[in-house]
Structures are given as C-alpha cells and as structure tokens.
C-alpha cells in the first residue's frame, strides 16, 4: 500500500497547513456564482432542442397531386362573377377548380349572407375557355347581378384545390362571365379587384398551422397572409382603375423531423407580385413554380454524455483559472505588505 501511495497526483496538505486569506474568500465567492451562471446555461442547453438544415436535390415524383390552401377576401365583387380556374404547364386546365373550396357571399359591410361549394367542372387543354362561354341568363338574372354590383356585394373564397405538380397558375377571374359584360358595360367598368390574402400556403393545412404554431423560428410556409390590395378611381374619371394583380411564388419542399412525432412535409415558398393594367378583365394570378431543392430540418437535442463533458470542462477550467487568479493576487499583496514594511511602498 505505501508503494501504491507514491502514484497519488492528488495530494492532500494538513489544514493545520493552510491559511484562509480575504482574497481568497473574494475569489472564492465570484468562482462560486460564476460556476453557478455556467452549469445553468449548460443545463438550459441540454434541455433545450435546436433545429438543424440542410439542402438536398428534389426526388419527388411529380405524379403527386399538391395541395393549395387559399383563403381569399375580396370586398367589392360579387361570387357570381368570380370562378377560379387552374391552369399548368402540362396543358392541363381546370375551369371553377375543385377540391374542397367554398364562396361566401359578403355584404358591403363585411357580413355573411350566402355560402356555397364551387363545383366540380374539368375540361382539357383542347377545349381553350370555351366553358366560359357556356353560361346562359335571362334578364330576371341580368337584374339580380347588375343589384350585387351596386350594393357593394363582395366574396370570399376559402378551402383547398389540389393541382400537379408542376409549373402554373391558379387564378381568381371574371372570364367565365365576359359574355355579360355587354350588357353590363357601365357596371363592368367598375368592377373591383380589391382583396386581402387572409391565407395562401401549399401542403397540407394541418402541417402547416402546426408548424407555424410550435416552430415559428424555422421556414417560411405563409409569407403572404395578410398581404392586401385596394383598387381606387380613375383620378380622371368616376371608373374604377381595375387591373390585373399577379404573385409569382417560388415553392420548395420542406420536411420537419421533430424529436416526439411522425416527420411533417409542408412546402415553403418566397413571393413577389405584380400590376398589370386591365380595364376589361380584372382578376388574381397565383403563379408557382418548384424548386430544384429541398429543404430538411431535424430537431436535435444535446445528449447526457455531452452534457457531462461540458460540465466537466466548465469545473475543472474555472477552478484552474481562478486558483491561478488567487495565487497572483495573493503574491501580488504580500509583495506589496513587504514593500510597505520596509517603507519602500510609493
């Protein structure tokens, strides 16, 4: 045993030996609450989770249908006149577009009076916008949307469609109606285009309202909720100063891998938009296109192991230095207590 005592690096001193000094305690106490700061700021590390990223190519197949969440107000036109039509660059073209979507009839004053389903009616790229000729009045129709149009009556499109996945567009438009605008030229030329974007998002909605409500930090799936545009006068005229207003979106893939549920596959996007005047047809272009790239984000979390290593670390380096702290600042005071006894202090 007394050979085995020989290897002991830590070798204790009698406290008979040792001597408390103030700056000692001072050293001590800002080592103690130092030390204490820094276990807690690992211990909230190790706690809590982070997310990391990465970018890689896109290998979906594109025979998968993607899902468009629109939630539409707009304020002066009346559903009546209103059809959104889906168009891609596969020649596909689907006219009063279908899925899950719904037209609320909106008072000037913002109250619901009428809600209805939008209807399944789908046409091939061979039959052009001949559907939007297809509708037929009588004038006890004629005088039912010439009142809409000047009771201020407005709509609100909300639901989802579900298109391919490719390049195209889904728009919000008068041209299934141009036929009457003949014999409503005076209320044509003031038709109304003004809307708010309460919601547009691509995906699944349930992904997305859980995304955008636990992880806010990460991605951009809505950038353009809330987005509005109000159309005014001519100032040279009484006509409304109507056009044609255009977002161009560029949609990535995005998939979530969180620590506690099943991996979640939204789809962010960026956006820009447009102004096109057009007195004759007013209408809402939602363009998207697709990223080449997909983005992936894992939530993470420290493991016990590390944390236990920056401990260790955050003990042994703090002691370390504060040891050499109160071993300079002690020599430094009994350099100097000596220097004063000798009356050599200036």
């Given at each position: ?334 350099h100097l207590a000596k220097k004063a006894q000798f009356g050599k202090l200036v």
């Open positions: 045993m007394r050979n085995l005592k020989r290897f002991d690096l830590y070798r204790k001193v009698p406290r008979d030996l040792t001597e408390p000094t103030l700056s000692g305690a001072v050293v001590s106490c800002c080592t103690v609450v130092l030390g204490l700061h820094l276990f807690l700021t690992e211990l909230f590390v190790f706690l809590s989770r982070r997310w990391d990223s990465e970018m890689l190519i896109d290998e979906s197949r594109t025979e998968e249908k993607l899902q468009i969440n629109i939630d539409v107000t707009l304020p002066a036109m009346p559903c009546e006149l209103l059809s959104l039509d889906a168009q891609d660059v596969m020649g596909s073209h689907e006219v009063d577009a279908h899925g899950n979507l719904f037209k609320e009839r909106l008072t000037s004053k913002g109250d619901v009076i009428g809600r209805e389903e939008i209807q399944t009616s789908h046409y091939g790229a061979a039959s052009g916008l001949t559907r939007h000729n297809l509708f037929s009045y009588d004038n006890q129709d004629m005088e039912r949307i010439r009142t809409m149009i000047h009771s201020g009556e407005g709509c609100r499109v909300a639901g989802f469609v579900k298109v391919n996945r490719v390049p195209g567009n889904v728009h919000l438009s008068t041209y299934s109606h141009s036929i009457l605008f003949g014999s409503l030229y005076q209320e044509a030329k003031n038709m109304n285009i003004s809307h708010r974007i309460n919601h547009l998002s691509f995906g699944d909605d349930s992904n997305i309202n859980y995304i955008t409500t636990h992880f806010k930090d990460t991605g951009t799936v809505a950038p353009l909720d809330g987005v509005s545009q109000i159309v005014t006068e001519k100032k040279t005229g009484a006509f409304i100063d109507s056009a044609i207003f255009e977002y161009y979106t560029k949609v990535v893939p995005t998939t979530y891998f969180p620590l506690d549920r099943p991996p979640l596959n939204v789809f962010q996007f960026t956006a820009n938009s447009n102004k096109i005047a057009n007195q004759q047809m007013p209408s809402l272009y939602f363009r998207y296109d697709f990223s080449p790239v997909t983005v992936r984000y894992t939530e993470v979390r420290e493991s016990f192991s590390h944390f236990l290593v920056q401990i260790c670390a955050v003990i042994g380096g703090i002691f370390t230095v504060a040891a050499f702290l109160d071993s300079l600042l002690h020599r430094s005071i009994v």
